[in-house]
């Protein structure tokens, strides 16, 4: 009788902790997911904040690539001299 009881708990208890067990591996998995995506996103984030940047660059050198192009001599001189001074 006290060993049917006895077997009994401990078949309750190993399931409790089974069902306990597959919760906390849930939980685990669902933590490293989102940590997963969180990475990726930000990653993701970070190379197109970049690519932007570099467009933003090659846009200004080229305008003043363009500016430089188009200036006379005279221009030239002064935006040089302005450029020392300050």
């Known amino acids: ?10 078949g309750r208890v190993g399931r409790t902790l089974a069902r306990a067990a597959t919760l906390a591996a849930g939980v685990a ?3 490293w997911l989102a940590f997963r995506r969180g990475r990726r996103d930000a990653q993701a984030e970070e190379t197109l904040r970049r690519a932007n940047a570099r467009i933003t660059a090659l846009k200004t050198a080229r305008d003043i ?3 430089l192009q188009d200036a006379d001599r ?7 001299d302005r450029w020392m001074r300050d």
């Open 29 to 31: 998995g669902l933590v």
């Open 74 to 80: 005279n221009d030239l001189h002064r935006r040089a």
């Open 1 to 10: 009788m006290i060993g049917a009881v006895l077997t009994a708990a401990m």
């Open 65 to 67: 690539h363009h500016d």
